[in-house]
């Protein structure tokens, strides 16, 4: 496809793309870089910064003169097209530079970035991002500092081989821990990669998921901090964040009654492992879950990568571009994310049954962030934070008790609950009188050691606390 008319390009005015300079100078030059670092761009020499055309005088040598001081302030050097025009009788000069293939360009030691109309500075990380994308690496793909195969987890590895087996994306058979990491390259040279740090330490890196329950900005009323090996992670938070989603009964005439939840499970899972998979690890913030009446906001360190832009999410056809491949490789093969760059796609499939709640992202404090905001408040009788559903509660209570005797506080931390809520000395108290549960030191429920397991006789219909 051709290029647009030149007239056409200044109507649009400035953007990621185009640049008006009045005359040639280091500012051009660092315009330059910062399209090459990007998507490439033009700038316009002898332009007003509204679009008016001013002129420039060219000499003889002036367009050669120009470019050598191009190549001779650029490293690695860059060669634009450099080319005149005549517009209402001034000339005006259009200096192209495609997307550099090996980044970061810098001019004078310094880097720059485009974005939207403007130039800013690179910070160190985002020119080792640049860097490692011209190498089709990965950051996670590197040794991990004085890491050995002693720190990684033979039982999370099974783990994950049993679900790639299982999965069908990948076969790797009856291979041995470490043998299948060496196949999936998550082991390089004998030494775990920070990949496999993340993924299969015995000693999770101190790298923490803060999840949160507000009622306003400054008042909370539950949190937690999650630190563990990322495919634990993930199935914490996802556990405390849905023990505060409140759900609602619908009856569509059939015998059983169906649950909706205030926020569609599926997009908050989606965008919980968008924050997992594709955060900075080399900043050392936390992801942040904030859970609020009306909205649920899920903040990942790092911005977007590789210069993915946020209008770019809200079309179907967005490029993936993967800051960390091995650790999206993993979530990939247990077929916990579906295929690379879909991610926003099923969050806008599972929010179209939801015309109540409005998707935002924005990118913050360094970083990335998702909102799904109720549009319609919720019924002043429902609990100000219902905990799923009450028999999905009771139903989880008793999954617990199945496996073994537990206390109070054990119930509660096992739901991701901070301390015994009311609602769960409800459900208990209930369960108990229904003979569905008892004391393990009957005749002492003082007793500090008392803890509950299932009872020895249990009618068929559990008991539903109100």
């Known amino acids: 496809m051709p290029p647009p008319p030149l007239s056409t390009l200044i109507a ?14 280091k500012a051009a030059i660092e315009s330059l870089v910062a399209f090459a670092n ?41 060669i634009p097209d450099l080319s005149a025009h005549t517009i209402d009788g001034r000339t005006i000069v259009a200096i192209e530079i495609a997307e550099f293939p090996v980044k ?13 109309s403007s130039n800013q500075a690179l910070n160190p990380g985002e020119i080792s991002d640049l860097y490692m994308q011209s190498l ?34 990948f076969w790797l058979g009856n291979a041995d ?29 101190r790298h923490h998921i803060h999840l949160g329950r507000f009622k306003t900005p400054t008042m909370i009323i539950d949190d937690r901090q999650i630190t563990d090996t990322l495919f634990e992670a993930v199935e914490q938070a996802m556990r405390f964040i849905v023990s505060y989603v409140s759900v609602a009964f619908e009856f569509d005439g059939s015998i ?27 900043d050392g913030s936390d992801i942040q879950v904030k859970i609020f009446d009306d909205r649920i906001s899920i903040f990942s360190p790092g911005r977007l990568y590789a210069g993915l832009q946020l209008d770019e999410l809200q079309h179907d056809n967005y490029r993936s571009r993967l800051r960390n491949k091995l650790v999206a490789e993993g979530f990939y093969l247990t077929t916990a994310i579906e295929k690379y760059g879909s991610g926003f796609i099923r969050i806008r499939d599972a929010l179209r049954d939801y015309p109540d709640i409005r998707l935002d992202l924005e990118e913050i404090s360094g970083g990335f962030s998702v909102t799904f905001t109720r549009l319609v408040s919720q019924p002043e009788s429902q609990p100000e934070s219902q905990p799923e559903s009450v028999q999905l509660l009771v139903d989880h209570v008793l999954q617990l008790l199945a496996e073994r005797p537990m206390s109070k506080k054990d119930i ?31 005749g002492k429920p003082q007793s500090r050691l008392q803890q509950y397991r299932l009872g020895a006789h249990r009618p068929d219909h559990g008991a539903n606390p109100r």
């Open 256 to 282: 059983h009654r169906k649950e909706r939840f205030a926020y569609p499970l599926p997009a908050l899972r989606e965008a919980l492992l968008n924050a997992v998979v594709h955060r900075d690890y080399k």
């Open 412 to 442: 509660s931390m096992a739901l991701g609950q901070k301390a015994v809520s009311g609602q769960l000395n409800k459900i208990i108290r209930s369960l108990l009188a229904a003979g569905r549960i008892e004391l393990t030191i009957p």
């Open 177 to 205: 821990p470490m043998s299948a990491l060496e196949k999936l390259h998550y082991i390089t040279h004998g030494q775990p990669t920070w990949a496999a740090m993340l993924l299969f330490a015995k000693e999770p890196l």
């Open 38 to 78: 990007a998507q490439g761009g033009t700038v316009l020499v002898g332009m007003s910064d509204n679009g008016g055309v001013q002129g420039v005088t060219l000499g003889k040598e002036t367009l050669n003169e120009w470019l050598g001081q191009i190549k001779s302030a650029t490293s690695p050097s860059i």
């Open 12 to 25: 649009a005015g400035e953007s990621l793309t185009l640049e008006f300079k009045s005359t040639f100078d």
């Open 104 to 116: 970061p360009v810098s001019t004078k030691g310094r880097y720059y970035k485009r974005v939207a």
């Open 136 to 169: 089709q690496v990965s950051w996670d793909a590197y040794p991990a500092h004085q890491a050995t195969l002693a720190d990684l987890s033979p039982q999370k590895i099974e783990q994950f081989v049993q679900q790639v087996n299982a999965g069908g994306r």
